[in-house]
């Protein structure tokens, strides 16, 4: 274990560095294209329709004490109701695998609540609750529930072999089971959920400020730029915007399942080259 | 250690080809293909794009169309319905339709924004943009507006909202609490918000029949408040219509006659729209097409000026919409508004 521990501190960084060369580039690349009009070239299209990234870069700058506002009122309810839903997803997963007779039909329940619709599922809470940021909190909550009590669920129970026989061969109790075997195994699966789980918080936050009678937040006021002939370059600022901000939770996610579950094989240098 | 590292690099030179060939057939299958206007039989194919679902607002088309105004000009008009996420200018520039129906307030905008569109006849000539308030609000004037809850479509509907603020010297984003008001007057009943907004000829109508009377609420026009900016209007892109004048003119005094029938015959109008797209009660379609007439045809006004492109209200949109934040640059009148075709259009009226 401490030898896992150590291989992976000591070829992890260097991993990482090499892993985001290619996507960076990727990325430069396609903007290089696009702001030497090929892009626009390729699909059609004209500079007013996709603004040029510089606009983009100079928009989101000019505007970015508004930006920073918006932003909060988007990030409080996507990181709420995304740690709130993955709670309760996690819950139920420790409900079906104490009562797996009973409990295990409420996993296709979530998974089924989880396939609505956003654009259905926004309207709905929006009537349902007065204040735009509940109606948002719960969109979310119900969106990532599913995601956290399938994965959860998979994690408490995949375990290294024996060791649930070992335990129930020492008469050690569900609650010591738990902590001890179950919980630190579900981990890795839970790492897995959240990073689902950015995304779709991220999405479902801002497709319910289309929906929402509130004027704030960054989905509202890509809707907002875009509808208007002269503001197409605000509203990718704000499109930009949304996404750094995904990567961002996403990139302390990450870092937080790197020190968490460091000894799990996903984060072991053999294990990513080869799969 | 080198194993591995060879194994990643072979990975990365997977993926950099992967990439290439991704851009390579990005670049083979070459710009979409844009729609072309083309000759069904002897008649020419036009396609308006609307702003909204069928109804009274636009009934002078579909009359002109169903009446068989349009084939008599050689055309063969089609009508696209639009919608919450349909932006007709964007549909016109490219070049989905020829003809747009937009306000011309948000016209403006994408003209700033430097599209090639050109507006060629005002069909609504006053504002039909009307905020209620519930009488027990108090809320009589734009200037009562401050602090208090008000709702807009926004989408380009908002700037009359705007200008009206801007008259009372107020912010507009901090003395205002706007409000995304949907498509049902559902947050006015509910007192969700202090001050909905309502078309004239459409949501107030539906507020009447839900068993409110005009004593219940009160009204701001703007048209009183002198924030009146020019809404539904027909624009076209400059270089189209340069290359296809005559057509314009033709499909122009179609319209003109479209409207002409409706105003004088708004039941058989409002079943014709009713039948075009059924997206409301056919009473509510009649009453919407009577409510339209007196911003198509203002009182007092020739019935063959229908369309006309008046330069002062023109011009006092510009300058409002300059003043409250809709461009940032004055736009210039003759870049904007071009009467010539509209002009051509009524030589041929009786």
């Known amino acids: 274990m401490a030898w896992a521990r150590l291989n992976a501190r000591a070829n992890g960084g260097c991993a990482s560095k090499i892993a985001v060369l290619p996507p960076l580039l990727l990325g430069a690349f396609v903007i290089f294209l696009t702001q030497a009009g090929i892009t626009h070239h390729i699909f059609g299209i004209k500079p007013l329709q996709l603004p040029l990234p510089l606009d983009v870069a100079s928009a989101f700058l000019s505007n970015f004490d508004k930006i920073l506002r918006h932003a909060s009122v988007t990030l409080t309810p996507a990181v709420g109701g995304m740690l709130f839903g993955s709670l309760v997803g996690y819950c139920v997963a420790i409900l079906v695998t104490r009562y797996p007779k009973g409990g295990y039909g409420s996993l296709f329940v979530m998974t089924a609540i989880n396939s609505a619709p956003i654009t259905a599922l926004a309207p709905i809470m929006n009537r349902w609750f007065a204040g735009a940021f509940f109606a948002k909190l719960a969109v979310i909550t119900v969106i990532s529930m599913g995601a956290m009590a399938v994965n959860a669920f998979r994690g408490l129970n995949d375990l290294p072999p024996f060791s649930l026989d070992l335990m129930k061969s020492c008469a050690a109790p569900d609650m010591e089971i738990f902590l001890k075997l179950r919980f630190p195994a579900s981990l890795p699966a839970v790492f897995t959920a959240l990073k689902i789980n950015v995304a779709v918080a991220m999405m479902g936050t801002i497709v319910s400020e289309y929906f929402a009678s509130e004027t704030a937040g960054i989905g509202y006021m890509i809707k907002y730029s875009l509808k208007i002939g002269n503001q197409k370059a605000v509203g990718w600022a704000y499109i930009l915007a949304a996404a750094v901000l995904s990567l961002m939770i996403y990139a302390i996610i990450a870092a937080a399942q790197r020190r968490v579950v460091a000894w799990h094989v996903s984060q072991r240098l053999d294990y990513r080259i080869t799969v | ?350």
């Not at chain 2, 004048?245 to 006659?257: C, D, H, M, N, Y």
């Open chain 2, 1 to 350: 250690m080198k194993k591995v590292e060879k194994v990643k690099m072979a990975k990365n030179c997977a993926f950099v080809v992967l990439l290439a060939a991704f851009v390579a057939g990005a670049l083979l299958v070459g710009p979409a293909g844009s729609v072309k206007a083309f000759a069904a039989g002897d008649l020419k194919k036009l396609t308006v794009q609307s702003l909204w679902f069928p109804q009274g607002q636009f009934a002078g088309l579909y009359v002109a169309q169903a009446k068989g105004f349009y084939k008599d000009e050689g055309l063969d008009v089609e009508i696209l319905p639009g919608g919450t996420d349909v932006t007709s200018e964007e549909q016109v520039e490219n070049d989905v339709a020829q003809i747009g129906i937009a306000f011309y307030s948000s016209v403006l905008t994408y003209q700033e924004g430097g599209y090639d569109l050109v507006n060629v006849f005002q069909t609504f000539r006053k504002s039909p943009q009307w905020l209620i308030a519930k009488t027990k609000t108090g809320i009589k004037t734009g200037a009562d507006l401050k602090g208090k809850k008000v709702g807009s479509w926004f989408g380009g509907r908002q700037f009359e909202l705007y200008a009206l603020a801007h008259k009372y010297r107020m912010d507009i984003e901090q003395d205002i609490k706007w409000v995304q008001q949907d498509y049902t007057m559902d947050q006015f009943y509910t007192d969700q918000i202090d001050v909905a907004s309502a078309m004239s000829y459409n949501e107030y109508l539906l507020v009447l029949g839900n068993g409110y009377s005009e004593k219940d609420f009160n009204v701001l026009d703007m048209n009183d408040e002198g924030v009146a900016m020019l809404e539904d209007c027909l624009f076209v892109k400059k270089s189209w219509a340069k290359a296809n004048g005559e057509l314009l003119s033709k499909f122009l005094r179609a319209t003109i006659k479209g409207w002409q029938f409706a105003i004088e015959n708004p039941d058989e109008a409002g079943r014709i729209v009713f039948e075009a797209g059924k997206s409301a009660t056919l009473e509510h379609q009649v009453a919407m097409t009577k409510a339209v007439s007196k911003f198509v045809l203002p009182d007092g006004a020739d019935k063959n000026t229908i369309g006309d492109l008046e330069r002062d209200k023109l011009q006092q949109t510009i300058d409002l919409g300059f003043q409250s934040g809709l461009t940032k640059k004055k736009i210039e009148i003759a870049d904007s508004v071009d009467d010539s075709y509209w002009k051509e259009a009524v030589k041929g009226l009786k």
